[in-house]
């Protein structure tokens, strides 16, 4: 059954189930009473990105948690690991964020931390999400003197700020650095360039004038060709593309080069391991990520582990095994002695760290990973049957991983959000992926589309 929260939350197109003003409030009303175990006043925090439609459901929400008896503390837009921090650094026992990251304005989405600042894990939201959608479900109201309050807090950025500059060497500055960021007119379009700044860059600003519709529009991590160009135009020392919810980072270098989180990973981790603060030696990514970081990180005399695709499922592993790094090809990167989750601009300054500290230009440290050629095809789909239970694709699965042998990998996933199913392979020979690629999807399209 497809569950109700997807592999990042709620996600939906706005005014349509399951993104209504109805289904937010009874959300709210949902995670309240999951998380009143009573003995105190219960605290949440809200925080959103730019979209439009943010205030109704900011709204909705705000009156499900204080009817079932949660005092809502609203900080505004504000990325998502923010909240994840200030979540924990409030000691409140519930974090949201509205937002569908780096999707259209029209897409918006909802997502909840613990009390730790961690994403929840799926037997959490499956007993939520049992509540909001039993239509008959008797909610446990408390007395009238237990109601909620809700009031905004106007210095979440200023805390926010102080924190991600913590993670910064207290010996090191950006003085000298010319950074363009692109804020994707999304959650940190405020904090981002102003942190930057206040450590010493002169910082290059794009996409940071939010009107409500243009989130995530031809900006932003999606699209960091137009910081290449803006790089390459300004001579900068090195561009940042954030998303949405400006928790993921896409990197350019001063050539206009765009780094994808995998090579970003590499620098980071070799970093770490000659420092020795990669704990365990070992990196946690998906099953997306490129081949040759496995590669990589095995010569280094280290150790790459795969999860599932969704920086939650990077995160899990890593509080498992007590690592320090993990991330994901699509920018998520988790830093997890600063962190508890993905944070595009603390990522940015540990690179930014790392640039001062060995005295290099970032096209210098990326020479470090050379990706393996990856083909990758969404194919729109109708069901989503158990991949395993579909010969005629498992045949085709079987037949490509003979061909590429141990020097290639087939990886067939279902889209959390959408109705797709992602086929990707990669190898050396890049004919060879884009050929397989191309007769793997048209298996799939077939099959799933009777």
Request: proline share 3%.
């Amino acid at each position: 059954m497809k569950r109700f929260f997807g592999t990042d939350g709620i996600r939906g197109y706005v005014n349509k189930a399951p993104m209504t003003a109805d289904m937010a409030l009874r959300l709210g009303l949902a995670a309240g009473t999951y998380f009143r175990d009573g003995g105190h006043r219960h605290k949440a925090i809200i925080g959103k990105d730019t979209r439009l439609s943010g205030y109704m459901l900011e709204s909705a929400l705000t009156a499900g948690l204080c009817a079932a008896g949660i005092d809502v503390y609203q900080v505004g837009p504000m990325p998502t690991p923010a909240i994840a921090f200030l979540t924990k650094n409030m000691r409140a026992d519930i974090g949201v964020v509205i937002s569908a990251s780096h999707n259209p304005y029209h897409d918006n989405g909802i997502k909840f931390f613990d009390k730790n600042g961690y994403k929840l894990p799926d037997n959490v939201e499956d007993n939520i999400a049992q509540m909001v959608l039993n239509k008959d479900y008797e909610w446990d109201y408390p007395k009238e003197d237990k109601i909620g309050r809700a009031k905004r807090i106007f210095d979440a950025q200023g805390r926010y700020i102080v924190y991600i500059k913590n993670s910064f060497p207290e010996h090191l500055n950006l003085n000298g650095l010319r950074i363009v960021i692109d804020c994707a007119n999304g959650a940190n379009y405020k904090i981002a360039p102003l942190a930057l700044e206040e450590l010493g860059a002169e910082v290059i600003t794009m996409s940071n004038t939010p009107n409500g519709t243009n989130i995530n529009l031809q900006c932003g991590s999606l699209y960091p060709e137009y910081v290449a160009e803006k790089v390459k135009e300004v001579r900068a020392d090195i561009g940042l593309a954030l998303d949405g919810d400006a928790d993921r980072l896409i990197v350019v270098d001063e050539a206009g080069k765009i780094l994808d989180g995998d090579q970003i990973m590499a620098i980071c981790a070799e970093y770490l391991m000659d420092k020795g603060k990669l704990k365990n030696n070992t990196l946690a990514a998906t099953s997306m990520s490129n081949m040759a970081l496995e590669i990589f990180m095995s010569k280094k005399g280290g150790t790459l582990i795969r999860t599932n695709v969704g920086d939650r499922y990077v995160v899990e592993a890593m509080r498992q095994f007590d690592l320090s790094l993990g991330g994901e090809k699509s920018g998520h990167l988790i830093f997890h002695d600063y962190s508890t989750t993905g944070d595009g601009l603390l990522a940015a300054l540990q690179i930014l760290a790392i640039m001062r500290e060995s005295d290099k230009k970032l096209s210098e440290l990326a020479q470090k990973l050379e990706l393996y050629p990856q083909e990758m095809e969404n194919v729109s789909i109708t069901q989503k049957p158990d991949l395993s239970s579909v010969p005629e694709i498992q045949d085709a699965i079987k037949q490509a991983e003979s061909e590429l042998g141990k020097y290639g990998r087939v990886v067939l996933r279902y889209s959390g959000t959408e109705n797709l199913c992602r086929v990707m392979v990669e190898a050396r020979d890049e004919k060879q992926v884009k050929r397989l690629t191309k007769q793997l999807a048209d298996v799939v399209r077939i099959a799933l589309n009777k």
